[in-house]
DNA sequence: CTTCTGACGAAAT
DNA sequence: CATTTCGCCAGAA
């Protein structure tokens, strides 16, 4: 039986694919990863590290909002060009990241029965 | 081994 | 608009 990648890592590769300028949520992520609640998704943020070069800081809360009030989230974000409103939000038609490619679901094991449905 | 705790989201109330 | 409920990973003590 093969040991695949545990469920946090799988959370980090799809994260890696988020662009600079661009932002993603957790609920976004938890239906691509397709397995995981948007809540773990929250989990496996926690547990990154510096070294595991994860851009974690362009994933946001549904609502837009930096999930990290007082660290540098939001100037991060901000030198790659993304614009927060007066309360702190986001435009996530603007910058909410599409997603990964169907190709890249497929070549990396994901299901991409989440792209059908959206 | 057990218990605790953390970067969320959607629906119901 | 505010509050509650459930979902159930991984590391530390």
């Known amino acids: 039986m093969t040991t695949g990648p545990s469920v946090n890592e799988r959370i980090y590769m799809v994260i890696r694919q988020v662009p600079p300028g661009k932002v993603t949520t957790y609920g976004q992520v938890s239906k691509i990863v397709g397995t ?49 409103d007066a309360q702190g939000r986001i435009d996530l038609k603007r910058f909410g990241w599409s997603g990964p490619e169907d190709a890249w679901l497929e070549a990396n094991g994901f299901d991409v029965t989440w792209f059908w449905s959206r």
């Not at 809540?39 to 809360?61: F, I």
């Not at 540098?72 to 790659?80: F, S, T």
């Open 36 to 84: 995981v609640s948007a809540r773990q998704v929250g989990y496996a943020l926690a547990a990154v590290r510096e070294a595991m070069n994860v851009p974690w800081q362009r994933v946001v809360n549904s609502q837009g909002k930096v999930s990290l009030p007082g660290s540098d989230q939001q100037h991060m974000l901000e030198a790659e060009g993304v614009v927060f």
